[in-house]
């Protein structure tokens, strides 16, 4: 690392920060944040001509404390209309983008596409945001340690500058960062930074984050990510040769869609995943048996995370290989035969009432006097909480003052992760995002894109086009 002043126009700025380690586009995207000026409108003159994209550091000799001259105009200040009133619906495609508010997309700093999806699509998760906005400097309890609590400054800052900008936004602080806390997000191959597993990036974020966002002294939501996306899972442990039973409680935060020639639906892929086999100690038998894992949800999360598990090791090429299998999935997901018994019963009213609340909308007669209303006094609404993990795992804790809310069960998507190519380590990562005035978009790092919900649908795979890696789905509730 070094430092070079840089002069635009007029202007002079000192100690600028330059990676050698890192591609000069890097360094353009460092130069568009202090200037304006895009990385495809800068001429930065270097020994032997104009800065290229891709040139190599060593070769163009820049030293500590050189002065470098930089070409290029700044985009313009958006200034007030002259024409009269025009309406969104009048505007170009291109322009309405704008018009509808969502958010910026983020600059590849070179093969980062995994990290600038991941964050798009946890970005759209507005109880996250709050919870991180809520996170202070000084807020650092002693059990996170001080990388952890870095790269959460460094996400709630990015999700801050996304929600004020139309203008791409260059992640470079969260990428450093992100680098230091796990150096794997860093390798190297000659000398350019290697694509990464997206699923990998958005399992080490949540779980950091997960550390950082505790709320000290409090036993009622002592986890604020757990509460959003922590999925309780009940599993009956049967040894079939020695007749041995027993059963496990676990977290996790998100459940596997496995993939097999038997697999054409979501909804088949999750109750493969839910089941599994394990070899472990037999204290009947005196040793290592096979036993069946059978797994049922004990308590529902505000946002419920799937992953195909598309990627698996290949000896051969050494290498992550990927199963191009279509696997369809909805876009309104009822998780009811997934969960425990207990968790089914506590479903039924909230169900019940959701049923009635639809069937007004759609002008059919509901019983006012049914059993279920007399019970619960509820009507449909959108949550601004999640569960706890403990206690009622069908009940939505909410802030003081606010109704308390159930869940039903059924969820709406609203983001899609896909990947584009052979390997888990290439190819290209894409998130989708559902906008809250119902719109989705596609971040294709920093090129939104409006897109129709029948596309979304079409990412279920069976090819080389951008395919569901993982999904992520809005619990539906009623409020009581």
Known sequence: MITVSVRWQKEIFKDVELDTTQSPYVFKCQLYDLTGVPPERQKIMVKGGLLKDDADWSTVGVKEGQKLMMMGTADEVVKTPEKGTVFVED???????????????????GN????????????????????LTNYSHSGRNNDVDQSSHLL?????????????????????????VLRKKYPQFGQLHNGVFMQQDAEECWTQLLYT??????????SENPDAVKALFGIELISRIHCQE???????AESVYSLKCHISQEVNHLHEGIKHGLKSELEKASLVL???????????????????????????WKRESNQKAKILRKVDYPLELDVYDFCSDELRKKLEAPRQIL?????????????????????????????????SGGGEPSVVPMEEGEKETQMTGIYDLVAVLTHKGRSADSGHYVGWVKQE????????????????????????????????????????????
Not at 290 to 305: D, F, G, M, Q, V
Not at 368 to 387: F, H, I, L, Y
């Open 286 to 312: 005196g040793r290592s048996a096979i036993h069946l894992k059978e797994s049922r949800i004990n308590a529902l999360p505000r946002y419920l995370t799937v992953q195909f598990v598309r990627f698996f």
């Open 437 to 480: 005035n119902g719109k989705w978009i596609e971040f294709d790092d920093d090129n939104p894109k409006p897109k129709l919900e029948e596309d979304i649908t079409r990412l279920s795979g069976g090819g080389d086009w951008h395919m569901a890696y993982i999904i992520m789905y809005k619990a539906r509730v009623v409020s009581v």
């Open 91 to 109: 505007l170009p495609e291109e322009e309405q983008v704008v018009a509808v508010g969502h958010t910026a997309g983020l600059f590849n700093l």
């Open 209 to 218: 984050l997960s550390q950082s966002l505790r709320s000290p002294g409090s």
């Open 242 to 248: 020695s007749k041995e039973e027993s059963s496990e």
């Open 152 to 176: 959460t400054i460094a996400t709630r800052d990015l999700f801050s500058e996304l929600d004020k900008s139309v203008k791409p936004v260059a992640p470079m602080q969260f990428w450093m």
């Open 355 to 387: 049923r009635n609340e639809e069937g007004k909308k759609l002008g059919l007669k509901v019983n006012e006097k049914s059993s279920v209303q007399k019970e619960n006094d509820v009507k449909m609404s959108d949550a601004e909480g999640a569960t």
């Open 112 to 131: 980062t596409c995994y990290m600038n999806s991941t964050l798009q699509c946890l970005h759209s998760v507005p109880e996250l945001k709050s919870a």
